[in-house]
């Protein structure tokens, strides 16, 4: 398999336990230099980077594997980690050294999947971190006894200190300079007699049908031998007549009493205590650790949820108004490119796609980045602390009312801020059905791009001080939520049926997050979030563009152009020629202080221009299409190109209805142009001299808007996560129905009330 | 004493664990974890909606589930 040349960088993976320091081990080895992207077919993060101290000629790749508990997965995150090392993943070549992390202060299970590691026969490196820790809690570790009984290097250090990590870097540079080493095979399992006998048999079968790995023939028969899925999850790749002997075996193991499933845990589990026992001096700690005590805080039955609320509230006054004041300066900045293009070339239809089209439509994406920045900040904050780990402890009740667990808390919470990051945060979900239901439904929580929606609504069409108006807002917030759940339970119990695994949650001890890390993650997934969402986005919005701007009817600009230089020689009867018009205009527009009558004039008569030609576009032709669809909902065809443009982003609908209303163009978070929108909405009659945007039509469509799925990036990033387009679809169909019979009842339900 | 479901424990109290009566199925991770028949634990202590439990096994806290915490069987210390 390993077709080494000179010129391949050598490979060395970094795996251990979650929580055992790994990531930060990982930044120290590479510093900034690394990349992270995604294996293919699955939005896994693939993290590498070169080792700093590697030199040109000799280099060295690290590659940082997701943490994982043991070689038997149990989530994707764990699949991904456990094909690599069996060299399954064609993506990546076979590791020329396996560094294990372990925790110091955790040793003993840590211990459990090291040995499962340094069992496959890679030359390996362990990295016996948080030496600090572990002394703190009265624990010395013999490091050379450790390195003795596993027989690999042991290099004890603290990440986070960085004490250590640069013998360990140096020797790993050392260790890829030396090239490849014979590497003497180890089991650590203590194995029942007839166990360990039936294992090598089929070692010995292993070897022979792969000979390229066969060093790692030891270890898959162990693993064949005593996990129920390994055979299950690839019936491909092992001959049926493989799999018969794997099963006869364990039929013979059950006859005489063998447990196959936990024999070679138990005795693995026995050595790793009897290492542990061997190497650790007790030298008395604290008889509560600080984390202990944090824990009987955080934890307690009173403030433990209120801290909880606290940490919420703390998250979304972050979200929705720190945001707000950096989200301001980047609308400036486009704001600002966007008039340097349309000045620096002449005016027409390149110039009109690329300030409409490109800068508006990559604009629309950034200004979002700050939000999309906080969220990660306080969300890699609280991973790194551990603090995620006793949300899902304190929520896991409610998730489990719904049939799910306390880690699908996670991926909602964050698909407040988008659906995007949220979706991507259910790799962590051990169960396919499980993680299928959290997708599924995370897009029913309302994120941001929602909000500038309720918000212009809510201004046109909901009376009454600010106290309604923001129990209306809330009250959108919890239909999403109640939407979520209830919808998740339904799924439990009809298509995604199946009993999940026990949960099975690790608390570890509190950890000070490292500024560095917490940022690195913020980045690392702001920018991912980034390229995504503004590739599909960009796309998007220059079709809109187009869609919006042709076929296009001189007569509509003719009309208009005609009408503008009347008024303009009703005021001023001197100006006769065109050149005299477009000077005049100039002029007026180029005058200091408030606009006058004429100029106001012929600016209404612009916006009625737009307004025109827009209703004679392909999207006015469309949204009179689909008027039939939204009738019964009361919308009519200027609503219809409104909410048919947001199935490509919620947030265009603001910008689409500034447009049809002729109201400028005023941007979706621009406080000026929403209330001038949301103040031309009151105005709006229907033939009959009634008010278009009622109480009722406003609440209608924020029901509309909650539910339905109108994100295209979302299903972008769904189709990726599921690997087809059966549950994007499916998932969209589901939505909207759900948005247009629920949007039908709260009308009807309006009517009945007295509503109009 | 006869083993008691780990559910029906105090906090604070320890025990070792006597049997484990979870579907061969669901019970790989849980061994894998160290909860394992012999493995000495104390109980740390319930979510304060009742449900999961928190408990130190082989140096390590660890929540499981009321609905698995029924079928481990402890005999206490």
Known sequence: ?756 | MDPRPLSSLTPGSKGVVASIQVPPAHRARMLEMGLLVGTPLEVIRFAPLGDPVEIRIRGYNLSLRRHEADLVLVREA
């Open chain 1, 1 to 756: 398999m390993s077709t080494a040349t000179s010129q391949r960088s050598f490979l060395a993976v970094l795996t251990g336990n979650p929580n055992c320091g790994k990531t930060t081990l990982f930044n120290a080895l590479t510093g900034l230099r690394a990349r992270v992207g995604n294996y293919a077919g699955v939005t896994v993060e693939r993290k590498e980077g070169a080792l700093l101290v590697s030199s040109r000629d000799q280099p060295v790749t690290i590659l940082d594997l997701p943490g994982t508990y043991s070689l038997s997965p149990q989530s994707l995150d764990e699949q991904i980690a456990r094909d690599i090392l069996f060299q399954r993943l064609p993506e990546v070549a076979a590791p020329d050294l396996v560094l294990v992390v372990i925790d110091g202060s955790n040793l003993q299970r840590n211990l459990y999947y090291a040995t499962q590691v340094i069992e496959l026969g890679y030359p390996t490196f362990v990295a016996l971190n948080m030496v600090d820790v572990a002394r703190a809690n009265g624990h010395e570790i013999d490091d050379r006894s450790l390195s003795a009984a596993l027989g690999v290097p042991v290099f004890p250090m603290s990440a986070s200190t960085g004490e250590g990590v640069k013998a360990f870097a140096d020797a790993v540079k050392a260790h890829a300079a030396r090239g490849t080493q014979r590497v003497i095979p180890r089991e650590f399992s203590e194995l029942p007699e007839d166990f360990g006998r039936e294992a090598r048999e089929i070692q010995g079968e292993l070897s022979k049908l792969f000979p390229h790995r066969e060093r790692l023939a030891a270890a898959e028969a162990l693993l064949l031998l005593s996990d129920d899925q390994a055979l299950q999850a690839h019936p491909d790749h092992y001959p049926a007549a493989l799999q018969e002997k794997v099963r006869n075996a364990r039929t013979r193991l059950e006859k005489s009493g063998t447990d196959w499933r936990s024999a070679s845990i138990e005795g693995r589990y026995a050595r790793a205590a009897a290492i542990e026992m061997a190497v650790i001096t007790e030298t008395g700690g604290p008889e509560e650790t600080v984390s202990d005590r944090i824990d009987r805080v955080v934890t307690h039955q009173v403030w433990g949820p209120l801290i909880f609320v606290g940490i919420l509230l703390a998250l979304f006054v972050s979200i929705f108004w720190v945001a707000e004041i950096p989200k301001g300066w980047i609308e400036w900045l486009v704001g600002a490119l966007a008039g340097w293009v349309s000045g620096a070339m002449p005016p027409g239809d390149l110039n009109d796609l690329l300030t409409n089209g490109v800068v508006a439509g990559v604009g629309s994406v950034v200004v979002f980045l700050p939000q999309i920045c906080l969220l990660f900040l306080f969300i890699s904050a609280l991973e790194d602390s551990g603090y995620m780990a006793r949300a899902a402890f304190l929520m896991d009740r409610v998730m489990s009312r719904v049939g799910l667990h306390g880690k699908s808390f996670i991926p909602m919470l964050s698909s407040f801020a988008c659906a995007i990051p949220g979706i991507m945060a259910t790799r962590t979900i051990e169960t396919v059905q499980d993680r299928l239901v959290t997708i599924l439904v995370a897009p029913l929580m309302s994120c941001s791009a929602r909000l500038p929606v309720y918000t212009v609504l809510i201004a046109a069409c909901i009376g009454g001080g600010a106290f309604v108006k923001g129990l209306t807002l809330t009250g959108m917030y919890l239909l999403g939520i109640v939407g979520a759940l209830g919808m998740a339970w339904l799924f439990k119990k009809t298509l995604l049926k199946g009993e999940p695994p026990p949960l099975l949650l690790e608390l570890p001890p509190y950890k000070r997050p490292l500024p560095s890390v917490i940022l690195r993650h913020m980045w690392d997934r702001s920018s991912l979030f980034l390229r995504r969402a503004g590739t599909v986005i960009l796309g998007i919005n220059i079709l809109l563009w187009f869609l919006a701007t042709f076929p296009r009817d001189e007569g509509i600009g003719n009309r208009f152009e005609v009408e503008r230089n009347q008024r303009i020689q009703a005021e001023h009867p001197g100006d006769t020629t065109p050149e005299a018009w477009a000077a005049r205009r100039a002029a007026l527009e180029g005058a200091e202080g408030e606009p006058g009558v004429l100029l106001e004039a012929l600016r209404q008569l612009d916006r009625e221009q737009a307004g025109e030609e827009l209703r004679n576009s392909y999207a006015g032709r469309l949204g009179r299409l689909v008027e039939p669809v939204f009738r019964p909902l009361g919308f009519d065809w200027k609503m219809g190109i409104g909410i048919v443009a947001s199935f490509a982003a919620r947030e265009v609908f603001v910008s689409t209805m500034s447009v049809v209303y002729n109201v400028g163009a005023g941007d979706a978070g621009d406080e000026e142009g929403t209330s001038g929108l949301a103040e031309r909405m009151k105005t709006e009659r229907r033939a009959d001299g009634t008010a278009v945007y009622t109480p009722v039509t406003g609440l209608t469509l924020m029901v509309f808007y909650v539910f339905a799925m109108q994100c295209v990036s979302t299903v972008a990033v769904v189709r990726r996560e599921t690997n087809s387009w059966r549950w994007p679809l499916f998932q969209f169909a589901y939505m909207t129905a759900l948005a247009w019979v629920l949007a039908f009842a709260t009308r009807w339900i309006g009517i009945a009330l007295g509503g109009g």
